[in-house]
């Protein structure tokens, strides 16, 4: 287990790694910020990359804290209740590379589902966040938003209609997140009802945990793909983006009540009349800050990186 949570975390890295290229390559290529679906504020496909950048490295900890809950061994409990050999459990955890053992015994098989569980939360926390950009890309890619294009390699034909692409890589890495977040559930319901000591409920942990785990390091390494492969469209950014920064331009410039300023600008904009006298840039991410973020940047991580990933 701890194993694969260095592995996924070898992938988990890759796809921010990505992310940080693509935010760096179009760093100030506008992009619509929307809230509501409705299109907001002024941003960028830098900021947009980077944003997602930013909360995989804000639950890259959460795989920590999973391995700090898989790091005890359980050898030498037995079915729960320890052994009658005089067992030196304290050596045979060193041994086999563990933190420490388990203790007391007793807590060996209520444990049993929480190590579990926790791996497969730290990577659906990683596939909620690639699960939201692949929504992003689902939406930007239709004609209507036209924001970018994927590459024919990404998508699919439709079965009927020859004119159509699909984006079912994006799509049903979307619904990824999901099913790893269902394997965690499931070993949660498995055991949260089980009373103390061991009962045969428990081999059923197994399949959900790998199947989650397979599921999970399959979803980093196609978003990481799927990134790489996305053509950003570039295009002016309406004026009615930049009315809150005219509202405030006006209202620090002419000593007015920002909520004045705000009906006035917003009156302007609904007739059609409203012309913003700057159109300043969207704030720039710090892409250095992030990259520093990167565990990959120690040489202990680099190096154990690259040997899981050839």
Same mark, same amino acid.
């Given at each position: 287990?701890?194993?694969?949570?260095?592995?996924? @975390?070898? @992938?988990?890295?890759?796809?921010? @790694?990505?992310?940080?290229?693509?935010?760096?390559?179009?760093?100030?290529?506008?992009?619509?910020?929307? /809230?509501?679906?409705?299109?907001?504020?002024?941003?960028?496909? $830098?900021?947009?990359?980077?944003?997602?950048?930013?909360?995989? %490295?804000?639950?890259?900890?959460?795989?920590?804290?999973?391995?700090?809950?898989?790091?005890?061994?359980?050898? $030498?409990?037995?079915?729960?209740?320890?052994?009658?050999?005089?067992?030196?459990?304290?050596?045979?955890?060193?041994?086999?590379?563990?933190?420490?053992?388990?203790?007391?015994?007793?807590?060996?098989?209520?444990?049993?589902?929480?190590? @579990?569980?926790?791996?497969?939360?730290? %990577?659906?926390?990683?596939?909620?966040?690639?699960?939201?950009?692949?929504?992003?890309?689902?939406?930007?890619?239709?004609?209507?938003?036209?924001?970018?294009?994927?590459?024919?390699?990404?998508?699919?034909?439709?079965?009927?209609?020859?004119?159509?692409?699909?984006?079912?890589?994006?799509?049903?890495?979307?619904?990824?997140?999901?099913?790893?977040?269902?394997?965690?559930?499931?070993?949660?319901?498995? /055991? $949260?009802?089980?009373?103390?000591?061991?009962?045969?409920?428990?081999?059923?942990?197994?399949?959900?945990?790998?199947?989650?785990?397979?599921?999970?390091?399959?979803?980093?390494?196609?978003?990481?793909?799927?990134?790489?492969?996305?053509?950003?469209?570039? $295009?002016?950014?309406?004026?009615?983006?930049?009315?809150?920064?005219?509202?405030?331009?006006?209202?620090?410039?002419?000593?007015?009540?920002?909520?004045?300023?705000?009906?006035?600008?917003?009156?302007?904009?609904?007739?059609?009349?409203?012309?913003?006298?700057?159109?300043?840039?969207?704030?720039?991410?710090?892409?250095?800050?992030?990259?520093?973020?990167?565990?990959?940047?120690?040489?202990?991580?680099?190096?154990?990186?690259?040997?899981?990933?050839?």
């Amino acid at each position: 287990m701890l194993f694969r949570s260095d592995a996924a @975390e070898a @992938e988990w890295a890759a796809v921010i @790694e990505v992310l940080l290229s693509f935010a760096a390559a179009h760093r100030d290529l506008p992009l619509p910020g929307y /809230t509501h679906l409705q299109r907001a504020m002024p941003s960028s496909w $830098g900021n947009w990359a980077a944003g997602f950048a930013g909360a995989l %490295l804000d639950t890259l900890p959460l795989l920590d804290a999973a391995r700090d809950v898989a790091d005890r061994s359980p050898l $030498g409990s037995a079915a729960g209740y320890g052994s009658p050999l005089p067992l030196d459990r304290t050596a045979t955890a060193k041994d086999l590379g563990f933190s420490a053992a388990i203790e007391p015994v007793t807590a060996a098989q209520l444990e049993r589902g929480l190590a @579990e569980s926790a791996l497969l939360g730290a %990577l659906a926390a990683a596939c909620h966040v690639v699960g939201r950009m692949a929504a992003d890309i689902c939406l930007y890619a239709t004609t209507e938003f036209g924001l970018l294009r994927l590459p024919p390699a990404l998508t699919t034909g439709s079965s009927i209609m020859p004119q159509k692409r699909n984006p079912d890589v994006a799509e049903l890495l979307r619904g990824q997140a999901r099913r790893v977040r269902a394997a965690q559930r499931e070993i949660e319901d498995l /055991t $949260g009802a089980l009373p103390s000591g061991y009962h045969r409920d428990l081999q059923h942990t197994k399949a959900p945990l790998l199947r989650g785990v397979r599921i999970a390091r399959l979803s980093l390494r196609v978003a990481a793909h799927l990134v790489a492969g996305i053509q950003p469209n570039a $295009g002016p950014l309406d004026a009615e983006l930049f009315a809150a920064a005219e509202a405030f331009r006006r209202a620090e410039a002419e000593g007015r009540p920002f909520r004045e300023v705000y009906r006035e600008v917003g009156h302007e904009v609904h007739a059609g009349a409203f012309v913003p006298e700057a159109r300043p840039p969207a704030p720039a991410p710090d892409l250095d800050a992030l990259w520093a973020r990167l565990p990959g940047n120690r040489p202990d991580r680099r190096d154990a990186w690259r040997a899981l990933l050839g």
